[in-house]
């Protein structure tokens, strides 16, 4: 299989794309102070991330391995399903190495890599959401080919890009896609408009979601212990045949049986 890994060539960097990480490095280190799960800054600090440049994938990855056995990997851009399940199963975390440009700052389509390296690789410093990463890597492997993979790409959607996390100080996010972006930091937590639903696995596989907007809904985990034990079975294939025949929600939707989470 070809595995699309490319060499990050660092010393390529101009001294502007050193700058564009700069500056929304610090912008997002202020803005998520209160707002997301203590433990990501405990990432982003003991990875040594700083506002001084671009990291190297490969000193995140000595840090990385020591700690949880993962690595960054270099790719050109998003990957086919079938090399992203594989590399993630293998423990090896897919970025991709441009940096958005500065009309870019607040939004672009296509992840870049302080998407993909600050908003995704601090959390697998953390065992628990390590192997989480690592299971749903297999559980894609296994539902290659059929017809389900959109539910394990809400579930991807909901919990790793625009999850929230329960916290003894409060709500906070954990999200990759909130992570790295200002105005959705802010907004996840403090906005009263979106949805804001206790986490059901079924729930979450049956819920349409939007690209191009903020979330109308957010889905909270308790811990990422809980978050792990409902999806560590990893064989998905029962889950899969029960919500076959059943409609999907809107991204919007609340049901009456929704443990709402207020502000
Ligand atoms: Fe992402």
Redesign the pocket.
Same mark, same amino acid.
């Given at each position: 299989m070809k595995d699309y890994l490319i060499n990050q060539n660092w010393q390529d960097y101009t001294e502007s794309e050193h700058e564009m990480w700069r500056t929304l490095f610090k912008r997002q280190e202020k803005v998520l102070e209160g707002r997301v799960v203590p433990v990501f800054l405990d990432g982003v600090r003991e990875l040594g991330m700083a506002a001084s440049g671009i990291p190297r994938f490969e000193a995140l990855s000595d840090i990385l391995k020591q700690r949880t056995g993962w690595e960054v990997v270099a790719v050109p851009g998003l990957v086919p399903d079938d090399v992203f399940f594989r590399l993630l199963a293998e423990k090896k975390f897919p970025s991709t190495c441009f940096i958005r440009k500065p009309e870019q700052i607040d939004y672009l389509q296509e992840?870049d890599i302080f /998407?993909?390296v600050f +908003? /995704?690789v601090p959390l697998l410093i953390n065992p628990i959401f390590a192997d989480y990463m690592q299971y749903y890597g297999e559980a894609g492997l296994k539902a290659l080919g059929q017809d389900c993979l959109h539910r394990l790409a809400r579930l991807y959607w909901y919990t790793?890009?625009f999850g929230l996390i329960q916290t003894d100080e409060g709500l906070r996010t954990y999200g990759? +896609?909130i992570v790295?972006s200002y105005s959705e930091t802010i907004y996840c937590v403090e906005d009263p408009k979106p949805n804001r639903i206790m986490f059901d696995l079924k729930r979450v596989m049956r819920t349409n979601y939007r690209i191009d907007d903020f979330q109308e809904t957010y889905f909270v985990v308790p811990s990422f212990e809980s978050l792990f034990d409902a999806t560590k079975a990893q064989d998905f294939h029962p889950i899969y045949n029960e919500l076959a025949p059943l409609p999907d929600f809107a991204a919007n939707e609340v049901l009456k049986c929704d443990e709402l989470v207020l502000i």
């Amino acid at each position: 299989m070809k595995d699309y890994l490319i060499n990050q060539n660092w010393q390529d960097y101009t001294e502007s794309e050193h700058e564009m990480w700069r500056t929304l490095f610090k912008r997002q280190e202020k803005v998520l102070e209160g707002r997301v799960v203590p433990v990501f800054l405990d990432g982003v600090r003991e990875l040594g991330m700083a506002a001084s440049g671009i990291p190297r994938f490969e000193a995140l990855s000595d840090i990385l391995k020591q700690r949880t056995g993962w690595e960054v990997v270099a790719v050109p851009g998003l990957v086919p399903d079938d090399v992203f399940f594989r590399l993630l199963a293998e423990k090896k975390f897919p970025s991709t190495c441009f940096i958005r440009k500065p009309e870019q700052i607040d939004y672009l389509q296509e992840p870049d890599i302080f /998407h993909d390296v600050f +908003g /995704h690789v601090p959390l697998l410093i953390n065992p628990i959401f390590a192997d989480y990463m690592q299971y749903y890597g297999e559980a894609g492997l296994k539902a290659l080919g059929q017809d389900c993979l959109h539910r394990l790409a809400r579930l991807y959607w909901y919990t790793v890009e625009f999850g929230l996390i329960q916290t003894d100080e409060g709500l906070r996010t954990y999200g990759a +896609g909130i992570v790295s972006s200002y105005s959705e930091t802010i907004y996840c937590v403090e906005d009263p408009k979106p949805n804001r639903i206790m986490f059901d696995l079924k729930r979450v596989m049956r819920t349409n979601y939007r690209i191009d907007d903020f979330q109308e809904t957010y889905f909270v985990v308790p811990s990422f212990e809980s978050l792990f034990d409902a999806t560590k079975a990893q064989d998905f294939h029962p889950i899969y045949n029960e919500l076959a025949p059943l409609p999907d929600f809107a991204a919007n939707e609340v049901l009456k049986c929704d443990e709402l989470v207020l502000i």
